[in-house]
């Protein structure tokens, strides 16, 4: 995912989730299970699953770490968790739990049009509300 938002010039959404993880699995059915989510992240997005607890190694700012380090290094407390990176991989931030689809979209039009380079997420948001969008 990270070659590829490189290549592309794509910011990174990273799904922290546990094989155990009740809230995880909702997650997947019912936001990135959304046609709308999807398909605004499948196109906007170089997109990551990472399970919080795997041994697998990754490569992220030249360092070969494990999925579970990752996910420490980053700041994960609780699965599931998203977070997003620019293009170059640095790291925007992330949010905690379980988003609801429209509440998904929010975040990631606000990660996508870089409106975080002008304005707070709450600015954003109250502007798609105004919009009806």
């Not at 990472?50 to 980053?74: C, H, M, P, Y």
Request: a positive charge; glycine letters at 8%.
């Amino acid at each position: 995912a990270l070659e590829r938002a490189a290549k592309e010039e794509k910011h990174v959404l990273v799904d922290f989730y546990t094989t155990w993880c009740g809230w995880c699995k909702v997650m997947d059915r019912q936001t990135y299970g959304d046609s709308e989510v999807a398909t605004y992240l499948t196109e906007q997005f170089a997109l990551a699953k990472v399970n919080g607890e795997s041994a697998a190694k990754l490569t992220w700012q030249g360092k070969s770490i494990s999925e579970r380090d990752f996910a420490r290094e980053v700041g994960v407390k609780g699965y599931p968790s998203t977070f997003f990176m620019k293009p170059n991989a640095d790291l925007l931030g992330g949010v905690p739990g379980f988003i609801k689809a429209p509440d998904m979209l929010i975040y990631s039009k606000y990660v996508h049009t870089k409106y975080y380079e002008k304005g707070k997420l709450q600015q954003f948001a109250d502007s798609l509300r105004n919009l009806g969008s």
